[in-house]
């Protein structure tokens, strides 16, 4: 199984996000991440055996969590990628000790992770053919995370399927 674990917005928040963005991706073109599948990933393990899942759940028992607020306030483009995505220009440090915990945990139970910087961010449109600066959201999207999310991830036809296996409540 493809497993991460993520910040996973409820439905009425992936429409307002949805929204948000629609004039901007409107002008970017590229491939936009329906709003079913939008959320903030904390780690991603890639292949994951089945018998290990019960790992992952102690782990996610484990986490602090303590309530994660963001304030979304622009669209990044990143080239090599070749994504856009929002992003808070703060992050709080909240933020980064949860991922940095689970990192940490994950790399001493065994599990491959990626050692490069935690940078939030929510993808909202994949293949952007036009290279863009950073650009502001208004009004900017405040957000109370509500849940860390175990999330399992297909490939399907129209881009990835996701499927959320365990959620923890966060605050
Ligand atoms: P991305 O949106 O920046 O591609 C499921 O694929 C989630 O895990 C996505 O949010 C994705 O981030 C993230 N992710 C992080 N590292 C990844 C990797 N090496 N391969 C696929 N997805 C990765």
Redesign the pocket.
């Known amino acids: 199984m ?1 497993l ?1 674990f ?1 910040l996973w917005p409820d439905a009425s928040t992936q429409l307002e996000w949805e929204r948000a963005v629609a004039p901007l991706q409107a002008t970017l073109g590229g491939r936009r ?1 329906p709003a079913a599948n939008l ?3 904390l ?2 393990l ?1 292949e994951v055996r089945g018998d290990r899942m019960n790992e992952l759940l102690r782990l996610g028992d484990d986490l602090d969590r303590s309530p994660v607020f963001l304030r979304l306030d622009r669209i990044e483009y ?1 080239k090599k ?1 070749g ?1 856009a ?1 929002l992003r808070p220009t703060e992050v709080p440090l909240v933020l980064e000790r949860l991922a940095g915990q689970l990192q940490t945990g994950l790399s001493l139970a065994g599990f491959a992770v ?1 050692h ?1 910087h935690f940078k939030p ?3 909202v449109s ?1 293949d952007v053919p036009i290279a863009t600066a950073s650009l502001p959201v208004w009004p900017v999207l405040e957000w109370s995370a509500p849940v860390i999310a175990l ?1 399992r ?1 297909r490939p399907g036809p129209a881009g ?1 399927d ?1 499927a959320v296996l365990h959620e923890w409540p966060l605050g």
């Open positions: 493809r991460f993520a991440i959320h903030l990933t780690a991603f890639g990143w990628p994504l995505c990626e490069r961010h929510v993808t994949r999330v991830s990835a996701y």
